[in-house]
Protein backbone atom coordinates (compact mmCIF):
# COMPACT_ATOMS: atom_id res chain seq x y z
CA UNK A 1 0.00 0.00 0.00
CA UNK A 2 1.10 4.14 -0.87
CA UNK A 3 2.21 4.92 2.84
CA UNK A 4 3.91 8.13 2.23
CA UNK A 5 4.34 10.30 -0.59
CA UNK A 6 6.60 13.56 -0.91
CA UNK A 7 7.04 15.53 -4.16
CA UNK A 8 9.93 18.26 -4.33
CA UNK A 9 11.92 20.04 -6.48
CA UNK A 10 15.61 19.33 -7.67
CA UNK A 11 17.18 22.85 -8.22
CA UNK A 12 17.35 23.12 -4.39
CA UNK A 13 15.70 19.74 -2.48
CA UNK A 14 12.39 21.92 -1.24
CA UNK A 15 9.73 19.60 -0.32
CA UNK A 16 6.91 21.24 -2.23
CA UNK A 17 3.85 18.73 -0.93
CA UNK A 18 3.36 15.23 0.63
CA UNK A 19 -0.68 14.80 0.63
CA UNK A 20 -2.44 12.33 2.82
CA UNK A 21 -0.53 9.43 4.65
CA UNK A 22 -1.47 6.02 5.63
CA UNK A 23 0.84 6.76 8.86
CA UNK A 24 -0.58 8.96 11.29
CA UNK A 25 1.52 12.11 11.28
CA UNK A 26 1.64 12.23 15.22
CA UNK A 27 2.89 8.57 15.24
CA UNK A 28 7.39 8.24 15.44
CA UNK A 29 7.38 6.06 12.19
CA UNK A 30 5.58 8.86 9.96
CA UNK A 31 8.38 10.94 11.44
CA UNK A 32 11.40 9.18 10.60
CA UNK A 33 10.13 7.69 6.97
CA UNK A 34 9.35 11.44 6.06
CA UNK A 35 12.53 12.34 6.98
CA UNK A 36 14.63 9.11 5.09
CA UNK A 37 12.31 10.07 1.85
CA UNK A 38 13.53 14.01 2.43
CA UNK A 39 16.53 12.85 2.67
CA UNK A 40 16.27 10.72 -0.31
CA UNK A 41 15.19 13.74 -2.26
CA UNK A 42 18.45 15.99 -1.00
CA UNK A 43 20.63 12.79 -2.36
CA UNK A 44 18.63 13.47 -5.74
CA UNK A 45 19.42 16.99 -5.92
CA UNK A 46 23.07 17.17 -4.72
CA UNK A 47 23.53 14.32 -7.53
CA UNK A 48 24.46 11.40 -5.27
CA UNK A 49 21.41 9.55 -6.99
CA UNK A 50 20.18 8.42 -10.40
CA UNK A 51 17.85 11.62 -11.84
CA UNK A 52 15.51 9.14 -13.38
CA UNK A 53 13.81 6.24 -11.60
CA UNK A 54 15.33 4.36 -8.64
CA UNK A 55 13.70 2.06 -5.91
CA UNK A 56 15.36 2.21 -2.48
CA UNK A 57 14.33 -0.89 -0.22
CA UNK A 58 13.99 0.10 3.81
CA UNK A 59 13.65 -2.50 6.36
CA UNK A 60 10.43 -4.16 5.21
CA UNK A 61 9.19 -0.84 3.18
CA UNK A 62 10.44 0.62 -0.75
CA UNK A 63 11.02 4.06 -1.60
CA UNK A 64 10.48 4.71 -5.05
CA UNK A 65 10.92 7.66 -7.15
CA UNK A 66 11.21 9.34 -10.44
CA UNK A 67 11.62 12.38 -11.92
CA UNK A 68 10.78 14.47 -14.83
CA UNK A 69 11.45 18.08 -15.58
CA UNK A 70 13.14 19.31 -12.57
CA UNK A 71 10.50 17.50 -10.29
CA UNK A 72 10.97 14.46 -7.65
CA UNK A 73 8.30 12.34 -7.14
CA UNK A 74 8.58 10.05 -4.10
CA UNK A 75 6.55 7.45 -2.55
CA UNK A 76 6.83 4.99 0.42
CA UNK A 77 5.38 1.47 -0.07
CA UNK A 78 5.50 -1.73 1.48
CA UNK A 79 7.94 -4.17 0.31
CA UNK A 80 5.43 -6.51 -0.93
CA UNK A 81 3.30 -3.35 -2.64
CA UNK A 82 3.61 -4.07 -6.72
CA UNK A 83 6.67 -2.02 -7.94
CA UNK A 84 4.84 -1.82 -11.39
CA UNK A 85 2.30 -0.27 -9.28
CA UNK A 86 3.74 2.62 -7.66
CA UNK A 87 5.51 3.93 -10.23
CA UNK A 88 2.04 4.00 -12.39
CA UNK A 89 1.23 6.29 -9.20
CA UNK A 90 3.96 8.27 -9.65
CA UNK A 91 3.41 8.49 -13.32
CA UNK A 92 -0.31 9.75 -12.77
CA UNK A 93 1.24 12.10 -10.13
CA UNK A 94 3.73 13.37 -12.44
CA UNK A 95 0.45 13.77 -15.74
CA UNK A 96 -1.31 16.01 -12.81
CA UNK A 97 2.05 18.72 -11.81
CA UNK A 98 2.06 19.70 -15.75
CA UNK A 99 -1.03 20.64 -15.26
CA UNK A 100 0.02 23.72 -12.58
CA UNK A 101 1.98 26.92 -13.62
CA UNK A 102 5.44 26.27 -13.40
CA UNK A 103 5.58 30.01 -12.36
CA UNK A 104 3.46 28.92 -9.12
CA UNK A 105 5.88 26.16 -8.26
CA UNK A 106 9.24 28.44 -8.71
CA UNK A 107 7.47 30.52 -6.12
CA UNK A 108 7.29 28.58 -3.17
CA UNK A 109 9.90 29.07 -0.43
CA UNK A 110 8.84 27.27 2.47
CA UNK A 111 8.76 23.73 2.72
CA UNK A 112 4.85 21.48 1.98
CA UNK A 113 3.65 24.56 0.66
CA UNK A 114 2.40 23.75 -2.46
CA UNK A 115 -0.86 23.06 -0.96
CA UNK A 116 -2.88 22.83 -4.28
CA UNK A 117 -1.58 19.49 -5.14
CA UNK A 118 -2.06 17.84 -1.73
CA UNK A 119 -5.36 17.46 -2.85
CA UNK A 120 -4.24 16.12 -6.48
CA UNK A 121 -2.18 13.42 -4.79
CA UNK A 122 -5.23 12.22 -1.93
CA UNK A 123 -7.44 11.63 -4.66
CA UNK A 124 -4.85 9.74 -7.04
CA UNK A 125 -3.53 7.27 -3.77
CA UNK A 126 -7.24 6.31 -3.47
CA UNK A 127 -6.98 4.27 -6.90
CA UNK A 128 -3.98 3.04 -5.54
CA UNK A 129 -4.76 1.54 -2.31
CA UNK A 130 -6.37 -1.87 -3.36
CA UNK A 131 -3.88 -3.40 -5.62
CA UNK A 132 -6.62 -5.88 -7.05
CA UNK A 133 -9.58 -3.10 -8.59
CA UNK A 134 -9.65 -4.31 -12.33
CA UNK A 135 -7.44 -0.72 -13.23
CA UNK A 136 -4.84 -1.82 -11.18
CA UNK A 137 -4.69 -5.74 -12.53
CA UNK A 138 -4.73 -4.52 -16.06
CA UNK A 139 -1.71 -2.23 -15.23
CA UNK A 140 0.07 -5.23 -13.69
CA UNK A 141 -0.93 -7.43 -16.51
CA UNK A 142 -0.29 -4.83 -18.86
CA UNK A 143 3.29 -6.08 -20.93
CA UNK A 144 4.31 -8.59 -18.30
CA UNK A 145 6.99 -9.62 -20.54
CA UNK A 146 8.88 -6.54 -20.17
CA UNK A 147 10.70 -5.95 -17.08
CA UNK A 148 11.54 -3.20 -15.16
CA UNK A 149 14.68 -1.66 -15.87
CA UNK A 150 15.24 -0.09 -12.60
CA UNK A 151 17.85 -0.19 -10.51
CA UNK A 152 17.74 -0.50 -6.77
CA UNK A 153 19.92 -0.30 -3.56
CA UNK A 154 19.39 -0.58 0.15
CA UNK A 155 18.78 2.67 1.94
CA UNK A 156 21.86 2.01 4.31
CA UNK A 157 24.62 1.69 1.50
CA UNK A 158 22.89 5.25 0.34
CA UNK A 159 23.19 6.83 3.74
CA UNK A 160 26.94 4.84 4.28
CA UNK A 161 27.67 6.68 1.05
CA UNK A 162 26.74 10.17 2.11
CA UNK A 163 28.59 9.99 5.45
CA UNK A 164 31.85 9.21 3.94
CA UNK A 165 31.27 12.21 1.39
CA UNK A 166 30.54 14.36 4.49
CA UNK A 167 34.10 13.38 6.06
CA UNK A 168 36.19 13.88 2.62
CA UNK A 169 34.30 17.56 2.50
CA UNK A 170 35.11 18.81 5.31
CA UNK A 171 38.31 21.75 5.16
CA UNK A 172 41.51 19.47 6.23
CA UNK A 173 43.88 21.28 8.45
CA UNK A 174 46.95 22.93 6.30
CA UNK A 175 50.64 21.92 6.98
CA UNK A 176 51.58 25.07 7.11
CA UNK A 177 49.53 26.34 9.85
CA UNK A 178 49.97 23.41 12.23
CA UNK A 179 51.05 24.73 15.46
CA UNK A 180 54.45 22.35 16.70
CA UNK A 181 53.74 20.74 19.82
CA UNK A 182 57.10 21.68 21.03
CA UNK A 183 57.64 25.20 20.57
CA UNK A 184 53.79 26.28 20.90
CA UNK A 185 53.52 28.93 18.42
CA UNK A 186 54.04 29.35 14.66
CA UNK A 187 56.37 32.81 15.77
CA UNK A 188 58.22 30.64 17.93
CA UNK A 189 58.82 28.14 15.22
CA UNK A 190 59.60 30.51 12.67
CA UNK A 191 62.40 31.99 15.07
CA UNK A 192 63.96 29.02 16.13
CA UNK A 193 64.23 27.20 12.77
CA UNK A 194 65.98 30.17 11.97
CA UNK A 195 68.26 30.62 14.25
CA UNK A 196 69.23 27.02 15.99
CA UNK A 197 71.04 26.24 13.22
CA UNK A 198 73.38 29.50 13.62
CA UNK A 199 73.67 29.19 17.71
CA UNK A 200 74.83 25.49 16.95
CA UNK A 201 77.67 26.28 14.51
CA UNK A 202 78.38 29.41 17.31
CA UNK A 203 78.82 26.74 20.03
CA UNK A 204 80.71 24.49 17.99
CA UNK A 205 83.25 27.11 17.20
CA UNK A 206 83.27 28.22 20.49
CA UNK A 207 84.17 25.05 22.17
CA UNK A 208 86.83 24.02 19.36
CA UNK A 209 88.48 27.69 20.28
CA UNK A 210 88.49 26.85 23.79
CA UNK A 211 90.18 23.24 23.49
CA UNK A 212 92.69 24.16 21.42
CA UNK A 213 93.77 27.15 24.00
CA UNK A 214 93.80 24.54 26.85
CA UNK A 215 95.98 22.17 24.81
CA UNK A 216 98.26 24.96 23.84
CA UNK A 217 98.25 26.19 27.30
CA UNK A 218 99.45 22.57 28.43
CA UNK A 219 101.86 22.23 25.75
CA UNK A 220 103.58 25.17 26.71
CA UNK A 221 103.97 24.15 30.43
CA UNK A 222 105.61 20.91 29.73
CA UNK A 223 108.12 22.78 27.67
CA UNK A 224 109.10 24.85 30.27
Given at each position: MVKLTIVGRLSDGLCLAKGPSSLNEEHENFSFYKRQGEFIL????????????????????????????????????DSSYPRKLAFHYLQDLQKEFENFDSSLIKKVTRPYCFVKFDGVIGNIRKQYIDTRTQANLSKLNANRKQDLDIATENLSEIIERWRYSEILERPSTSTSQAVSPIW????????????????????VVTVVLWATIIHADDNFMILN
Amino acid sequence: MVKLTIVGRLSDGLCLAKGPSSLNEEHENFSFYKRQGEFILREISRGALPPSKMTIRADHHCFNYMVENGIAFITLCDSSYPRKLAFHYLQDLQKEFENFDSSLIKKVTRPYCFVKFDGVIGNIRKQYIDTRTQANLSKLNANRKQDLDIATENLSEIIERWRYSEILERPSTSTSQAVSPIWCSPRLEVIAMKWTPITVAIFVVTVVLWATIIHADDNFMILN
